[in-house]
């Protein structure tokens, strides 16, 4: 029998390690029970109502050409590859949480062999791979008010796309260590349908190689970031923010050897390792977004690589450095093991909202226009991926949509508005315990009057305003 290599048996451990750990993690993130669809991890419970709304429209709701399914008639300006790919995996059979799940483990575990191997090779040490892996995955701060999120529970599995979108930046980054600029510009140009933060930086480090690596960055990815992203047109595009610079007073133990890494790494480590601190420096300094927090999706970047630095310096303290990982890693861990508890902590779902979603896309259209209730957690579009009027106004905003008008006549076409309920073609109208919960003086009767009802099972009413597509 064959000797296994000592190379090929590291790997082989990481992969089964990191295997064992992402299913773990996975297993409990969204789950079907008796009670309906539950999860383990609450940014989850806030971000995967809006994924499994647009896998919705995909697979149940024929959007295309596509519109953002929470606000009617509005270009879809959100990257949506990862989601237009767990459409087709519900197309091809598998259920919906599946579809999330199933996809977001195997990115999981490949984005965990891209670190190492992007750490091994920029550090010239498989302990190091090892030692950034666990300084990545495990980052966090100190301090119940601290925003310095862990990647894990706040990024890599509520926001989806991130997990393609990091993994194909790690590949870029190692190309341009290998001086092969132009195969890292053609796939950073891939990348605003998939993460446009990601495109954002990796924009910024390869623009440092000169024209191979723009030419196809740009001209592959400038239509895309044309026509996707509305974020970047508003007034709150591009402002001076300091929000940051105020967080790092309970990160210094991990900053403090995130520099240290910087100022000893090796010469070549240190030269590819300097644009990604000034990408530090202008997320501490501008906001790229209306949300300022959303800066973390530019700084994953920059501790990605700075960890590396941060890693090698603890290899080099051998024992010492040994005992000081696990203190540097303990938020994260502590954050991360959260996950690993009981799922059913956060409900998306109940049964009732799953069975009346079942007879609405048998129902309706999918080309229909409905009206509901614009909480985050709504099952129409979630579950059938019907466009609605007005969805969560706190991604609304996020997109740089101006959603206050709209809001305003959504309140009034629950009144009886029947000139907005025409302006803005509504097919149909929810009336449930998420509308009544929102508006407890909605005008029922005024639906009752005027409206064949064509659903009333469990509190829940779905009246017909009018046929899509028809004036």
């Known amino acids: 029998m064959a000797k296994i290599k000592p190379k090929t048996k590291r790997l ?168 092969k600029p132009a195969p890292a510009g053609i796939i950073a140009g891939l990348l605003p349908l998939v993460h446009a933060h990601s495109y954002l930086v990796t924009l910024m480090i390869g623009g440092l190689s000169g024209w191979k690596f723009l030419l196809p960055a740009l001209t592959l990815g400038l239509p895309q970031i044309g026509y996707v992203y509305g974020w970047a047109v508003g007034k709150n595009f591009l402002a001076v923010d300091t929000f940051w610079l105020k967080q790092w007073l309970n990160l210094w133990p991990i900053l403090a050897f995130l520099v240290l890494g910087l100022i000893n790494s090796p010469k070549k480590l240190r030269r ?66 959260k996950l690993t508890q009981d799922s059913n902590q956060y409900q998306f779902f109940n049964n009732q909202q799953l069975a009346v979603a079942d007879s609405v896309r048998r129902l309706i259209p999918p080309q229909a226009v409905v009206l509901t209730a614009s909480n985050h957690n709504h099952w129409l579009p979630a579950l059938t991926g019907r466009q609605i009027v007005m969805g969560y106004p706190g991604w609304l905003w996020t997109y740089g949509i101006d959603y206050l008008p709209r809001q305003a006549d959504v309140v009034k076409m629950y009144q009886g508005n029947a000139e907005l309920l025409d302006e803005y073609l509504v097919n149909y109208v929810v009336i449930g315990p998420d509308e009544k919960n929102m508006w407890p003086d909605l005008n029922e009767a005024y639906f009752e009057a005027n409206f064949p009802l064509i659903y009333n099972e469990s509190g829940y009413q779905i009246f017909s305003i009018s046929t899509p597509g028809v004036d």
């Open 12 to 179: 082989l451990i990481i992969a089964i390690v990191a295997t064992i750990f992402w299913v773990l993690i996975w297993s409990k993130v969204l789950v079907s029970e008796a009670g309906g669809w539950y999860s383990s991890c609450s940014n989850c419970w806030g971000d995967w109502s809006a994924h499994l709304t647009y896998i919705s429209s995909f697979a149940y709701g024929h959007n295309f050409p596509l519109e953002l399914p929470v606000f009617s008639g509005h270009k879809f300006t959100y990257p949506f590859v990862i989601d237009l790919l767990s459409a087709g995996l519900v197309k091809l059979g598998l259920d919906l949480p599946n579809s999330l799940v199933i996809p977001g483990l195997i990115l999981s575990v490949i984005l965990t062999y891209l670190i190492y191997r992007l750490a091994k090779e920029l550090a010239g040490s498989g302990r190091a791979g090892i030692f950034a892996v666990l300084l990545f995955l495990f980052n966090g701060g100190w301090g119940a008010d601290s925003r310095w999120l862990n990647f894990i529970t706040s990024q890599l599995i509520p926001q989806r796309g991130i997990l393609l979108g990091l993994s194909l930046s790690i590949i870029i980054y190692f190309l341009l260590w290998k001086k």
């Open 272 to 337: 590819f390792s300097l644009p990604f601190w000034l990408v530090f420096l202008a997320a501490n300094f501008f906001r790229f977004q209306p949300y300022d927090w959303d800066n973390t999706k530019l700084l994953i970047h920059w501790y990605l690589i700075a960890s590396i630095g941060a890693a090698l310096i603890l290899v080099r303290l051998k024992l010492i450095g040994l005992l000081i990982l696990p203190l540097l890693i303990f938020p994260g861990v502590r954050e991360v093991a």
